[in-house]
């Protein structure tokens, strides 16, 4: 009987012993459960971004870019806080056999999480594309192509392709005019055909009922005010004067006059560092010489400005048929109503450019 008892007893505190010690693993393992989910939910989650007090950084994604590659451009600078936690989640996430081509920002205090759903799902910032100042074809597709992912071949391929260009009704001497110098907002792996419809849709836009009214009223087409406009960007810097030389040349063509603009010269010679154009460069037999043919250029010479198609379009009514530069190089002009006052005026210019000692 004794026996029996104390065999019990054992059996007792054996099953005692080992509830205690079920407890005790359960209390660890719930433990260590809760420290692995609290480490699991800062690789994931928390904050893993370091931009040194920059808001955000850009990262452009070309297409076939491997995964040793974009760590590397994420890893510049310090970028990735914690690179063993992104690479984990981006392995748990399958993101590097799904890498996407684009232009994306990355923001002060991303986490892992929102940094690779970003990438993964492609979504993309839209990059703000500039252009202005552009005499030529070539130099508006190098400078798009230093703004996009596309290169500047395939651009000037279409802006070549007469073809191509029929079906937004222009020529291959006249394209540059579809282009309206602002800031568009357009995604940075765009296609150059993409490209082209998108600018085709901005150029419809620009031209407005407002402005297209002023157009009939000034009885000039939508290319004829663009490339004027274009020879007045290059007459003039000043935007409160550009009115007024666009009204000498407004009247010049009403009268039948030749057009004589300078800046048309310098653009038949190709040569854009010429600062003071000569009677010999007047001899050149191009369309673009206006001292040789009546009437418009075939196409404009740059991209004008809006401000300068816009003084075109409301260009002052004056009697004005001559302008000049002025002596002061102050970037206006004197305007002339005759000859004689003009040729006084020109005689001042050139005494000035004498004694700055610029010959050409």
Not at 16 to 39: C, D, E, N, P, W
Not at 142 to 159: F, N, V, W
Request: charged share 25%; aromatic share 12%.
């Amino acid at each position: 009987m004794g026996n029996y008892y104390s065999s019990r007893i054992k059996r007792d505190k054996n099953r005692s012993r080992r509830k205690h010690i079920i407890f005790t693993l359960l209390v660890i393992l719930l433990i260590l459960g809760g420290i692995a989910g609290y480490i699991g939910y800062r690789m994931v989650y928390k904050p893993n971004v370091w931009l040194d007090n920059h808001p955000s950084v850009a990262i452009n994604i070309k297409s076939g870019t491997s995964w040793d590659e974009l760590k590397g451009m994420l890893y510049k600078n310090g970028t990735i806080v914690h690179r063993a936690s992104f690479e984990w989640l981006a392995q748990l996430m399958k993101y590097p056999d799904n890498i996407k081509p684009g232009h994306y920002l990355i923001k002060e205090g991303m986490s892992n999480r929102e940094i690779i759903t970003k990438l993964r799902a492609r979504q993309q910032d839209p990059v703000k594309l500039i252009f202005n100042n552009i005499r030529i074809k070539s130099e508006l597709a190098g400078h798009i192509a230093e703004q996009l992912e596309t290169d500047s071949l395939s651009l000037m391929k279409l802006l070549n392709d007469e073809e191509y260009l029929k079906k937004f009704g222009f020529t291959t001497e006249n394209v540059i005019s579809m282009f309206i110098p602002n800031t568009y907002e357009v995604y940075w792996d765009i296609s150059p055909e993409k490209f082209m419809e998108r600018m085709n849709k901005e150029y419809k836009a620009f031209w407005n009922e407002k402005r297209k009214a002023r157009l009939a009223e000034i009885r000039l087409t939508e290319l004829e005010a663009i490339t004027l406009a274009s020879i007045v960007e290059k007459e003039t810097n000043q935007n409160d004067e550009k009115k007024d030389v666009a009204g000498v040349y407004m009247n010049r063509l009403r009268d039948g006059w030749l057009l004589q603009a300078d800046p048309t010269l310098v653009y038949a010679l190709g040569d854009f560092s010429i600062k003071r154009v000569l009677n010999v460069y007047k001899t050149i037999d191009s369309p673009y010489n206006t001292y040789m043919y009546l009437g418009l250029p075939p196409g404009p010479i740059c991209l004008p400005s809006i401000s300068s198609i816009d003084a075109v379009l409301n260009y002052r009514q004056h009697k004005y048929m001559y302008f000049c530069a002025r002596e002061d190089f102050s970037g206006y002009h004197n305007f002339a109503v005759t000859l004689n006052e003009h040729l006084l005026n020109a005689s001042r210019y050139q005494q000035a450019l004498n004694q700055q000692g610029i010959t050409k």
